[in-house]
């Protein structure tokens, strides 16, 4: 599809993944941890404010009934506490009074004898009279023998399950008893807290309410977040695919542009060397062909001289193949390729030149010979152009760090106007780069240094087969 297609150019597989990656992992992995941390505080801050409130709740609870119950036990003070522990009429007048004292839709109070018995039981009438002794809710908690155990050590709490009088289902009940010691009577009432059950389960509802909403707060503002990231690459892959478009043809251009310069050159070469040379010996040719036809004695100087012009048009053919690609180079090596390349620029130009190489033991790979040498060409031209010195010299030696060749001229120095670089020192630096190596060039007007270094990466072992038999590079 077209829009996949885009996408791709947009996005190199690679380059465009490692950049999503980079900018979204560390987010969504910062934003995990922050929801669990957030999550895990929000929790505990609530739990804690839920058990606060439920305390709370049950304690005003517990206040209540055992208002209820001192409120009972003065109802009927003067009748338990002037009869003796025997007197029926006064308990049936105690058991009369906490009957009618019912409350509210579920409120009642119940008395049990020590033995287990049931006295008064309003609401659940049915229940009077017996032996509850043992008995257990649905969750297996007792309630008789713990309510009775309670009342005989003076009084106290009691939670439990206990069918509600309006639906006959269980509900949790909290209850408060007292002991009448005297008549071996455990009286009491209690009150289901069911409400209070509800009222936290709802707050532990709400919590968890707040606390999806937070998340989904979270994930909008990370997907937010994602999004803006993303349209930030697709900004930066794009201003940087037509940055690296516009330097791609500005390369493209640069290579076509040398490639037509060494064209020319070439070209030139062969019109105005190679060219005339072989139209002189042509000349020469059939000028000895007309005298031997003749029989003129001065054929013989024709031929002699075409031969020696051949000769020359064989040895400038040698120059222009030494120029594009010198055997020398990978015959004899770096440092006789340099010796006579500065060589025949002295005898060509009449500068006075300087060669100094020191043996290293280690050698250069075949692109580092090529590159010192196209750069050290590059610059020779450069001086026999532009420079107007009147000596040059060329040194190259190793060190621990790599190799390191130095061009020095005693010409006029490089123009200081204008930011971009000459086509020549471009084509250096872009050469020095593809090695890893640094080019410096230091220029004044009392002349230019150009040092070129390899780094040690690009140095064979000593014992690595190579054409430099004599170590010089």
């Not at 020191?358 to 692109?367: G, T």
């Not at 780069?433 to 220029?443: A, K, M, V, Y």
Request: charged residues 25%; hydrophobic residues 40%.
């Amino acid at each position: 599809m077209p829009y996949n297609r885009a996408m791709r150019r947009l996005f190199p597989s690679a380059y465009g993944q490692k950049l999503f990656l980079l900018a979204t992992v560390p987010l969504i992995l910062a934003v995990a941890a922050i929801s669990v941390i957030v999550t895990n505080q929000a929790r505990q801050l609530a739990e804690t404010e839920i058990q606060v409130l439920e305390t709370e709740l049950l304690e005003a609870k517990k206040a209540e009934l055992r208002n209820y119950v001192t409120l009972a036990r003065n109802s009927f003070f003067w009748t338990y506490g002037n009869r003796a522990p025997d007197d029926a009429e006064a308990k049936d007048r105690v058991t009369q009074i906490l009957a009618a004292m019912i409350y509210g839709d579920e409120g009642f109070y119940f008395v049990y004898d020590y033995d287990g018995r049931m006295i008064v039981s309003p609401r659940q009438t049915q229940l009077i009279g017996q032996d509850l002794s043992g008995e257990r809710d649905s969750q297996g908690t007792p309630i008789t023998d713990a309510l009775i155990q309670t009342a005989r050590s003076g009084a106290g709490y009691h939670t439990f399950l206990w069918p509600k009088p309006s639906t006959g289902e269980e509900a949790m009940m909290v209850a408060y008893v007292t002991g009448l010691g005297s008549w071996q009577w455990a009286m009491g009432t209690g009150v289901f807290i069911d409400d209070v059950l509800q009222t936290v389960a709802a707050a532990r509802a709400d919590v968890e309410a707040r606390i999806d909403q937070t998340f989904v707060q979270i994930g909008g503002i990370t997907l937010l977040a994602l999004v803006i990231v993303f349209l930030s690459g697709l900004f930066i892959t794009i201003r940087e695919r037509r940055l690296a478009d516009a330097k791609l043809k500005e390369l493209t251009q640069r290579i076509i542009d040398t490639q037509e310069e060494e064209r020319g050159r070439v070209a030139r070469e062969l019109h105005d060397s190679i060219s005339q040379i072989l139209v002189s010996v042509r000349y020469a040719l059939e000028t000895a062909q007309r005298r031997l036809a003749k029989g003129d004695e001065r054929a013989s100087h024709n031929i002699d001289r075409g031969i020696t012009t051949l000769t020359g048009a064989i040895q400038e053919v040698r120059r222009i193949s030494r120029d594009l690609r010198p055997g020398m180079l990978d015959d004899l090596g770096l440092g006789p390729a340099l010796r006579a390349l500065i060589d025949d620029f002295g005898q060509r130009t009449g500068v006075k030149t300087q060669f100094e190489t020191v043996v290293f033991s280690n050698r250069l790979d075949s692109d580092s010979k090529i590159t010192l040498y196209r750069i050290a060409q590059e610059a020779l031209t450069n001086i026999e152009r532009h420079a107007e010195a009147s000596s040059v010299r060329i040194s190259i030696a190793g060190s621990r760090r790599g190799a390191l060749m130095r061009i020095s001229d005693d010409g006029k120095g490089l123009p200081v106007s204008g930011p971009n670089p000459g086509l020549g020192l471009r084509n250096m630096q872009e050469r020095i780069e593809q090695l890893d190596g640094t080019l410096r060039i230091l220029s004044s007007k009392k002349g230019t240094t150009i040092e070129a270094s390899v780094p040690l990466s690009h140095m064979l072992s000593p014992d690595a087969k190579t054409t430099d038999e004599k170590g010089a590079a």
